[in-house]
């Protein structure tokens, strides 16, 4: 039998650190440079399922059909338009910045790379002086 003692239980963490965690979490995707680009494409999108919704209580009020084709064509297109932009503008936005988290990731890996070759010259004269370096024949 062993006398070690188990592992202790989990502490649980509290209603105020559960809060703190969040808001940090919150903090961090408002600070992103892409945020205000991804609202305003995501409003772009409520517009238009807003324009077709006026569109069709509008066309709903007018009992006569050849008044009523301007105003639902008009706005349906309208908000068709509004929310294919909204979308393909939000895809271009995550995609650009997708790249841009990619592109600093390799900045920092070729960093990285940089300095540990800087550090090969050094490493060798280390090498020679204790006695590993090359044999003379």
Do not use: C
């Not at 919150?26 to 600070?31: I, S, T, V």
């Not at 300095?115 to 590993?132: D, F, M, Q, T, W």
Request: proline share 6%; no cysteine.
């Amino acid at each position: 039998m062993s006398t070690a003692p188990e592992s202790a239980p989990a502490k649980r963490e509290s209603a105020e650190e559960r809060f703190v965690r969040r808001a940090l979490a919150l903090r961090e995707k408002l600070r992103d440079p892409a945020t205000p680009g991804l609202v305003l494409m995501a409003a772009l999108v409520v517009v238009g399922f807003a324009t077709i919704a006026y569109a069709w209580f509008g066309t709903a009020r007018i009992i006569y059909v050849p008044l009523q084709l301007p105003r639902a064509v008009s706005g349906g297109i309208g908000g068709i338009a509004l929310i294919g932009a909204g979308l393909l503008l939000f895809d271009l936005q995550l995609a650009r910045r997708d790249a841009a988290r990619e592109r600093a990731l390799h900045d920092d890996l070729l960093d990285e790379v940089a300095e540990v070759v800087s550090l090969a010259p050094k490493l060798a004269r280390i090498k020679n002086r204790r006695g590993g370096g090359p044999k003379a024949s």
